[in-house]
């Protein structure tokens, strides 16, 4: 139940680089769309999308945006196994200088259009509980000769940094491969299955 705190204190009160949302906002419904509109005239507030907003922190050069990577989380939510899709992927993980023009992003879902993120929707749910790190991982074994500056060697040896750091997790993606509809990505994940058993061995 919604406490009885009046909607524009609510968003005074919201922390400075954070998520506002109409539907979890004190009072009617109608009240707290009237108090976001408010704070978004007077600067307190941004619109992100119908019902989000962003409380941005001021600085001496004016109010800070929110990252697009972060309004991806906050509308897809943590469990929709998303993280990065090709060069959006290969940026994360070090391995080109290419700057795509909009974000890439592969998830369970998609949602209506986010600005600057172009949205790859994928049909294995065992890619749920994923890291956003082991879906680049995925989405680059789609074409890695692509999207990785250096070639395959060098997404070896990134993958293995990244196993050995405990950024992403073998086995666990092991499992979720065996679900994915790309033949290209079972193919390459027991290629680099095998180079990573090579550099174990050496």
Known sequence: MKSATKPAMAIRDAV????????????????ARKAASRAVANGELMR?????????A??????????????????LGRQAGFGPAGFSAARMLGLTTQVPA????AALKTV?????VEQHKRSNLR???????E?????????????????????????????ESGGARWEVLRKVVEGEHNTA????????????AMLAAA
């Open 16 to 31: 400075p680089r954070s998520f506002v949302r109409v539907a979890t906002l004190p009072g009617s419904e109608a009240a």
């Open 127 to 133: 890619r749920a509980d994923l890291t956003e790190r």
């Open 48 to 56: 992100v999308r119908k019902g989000l907003y962003y409380k941005g």
């Open 185 to 196: 990505v079972r193919a390459n994940f027991q290629a680099v299955d095998s180079r990573l």
């Open 112 to 116: 209506e259009s986010i600005d600057g």
């Open 135 to 163: 879906v680049a991982v995925l989405e680059i074994l789609r074409a890695p000769e692509s999207y990785v500056e250096g070639g395959f060697p060098r997404f070896v040896h990134a993958v293995a940094n990244l196993l």
């Open 102 to 105: 909009r974000m890439h992003v």
């Open 58 to 75: 001021k600085t001496r050069y004016g109010t800070v945006k929110p990252r697009v990577e972060d309004v991806v989380r906050e509308v």
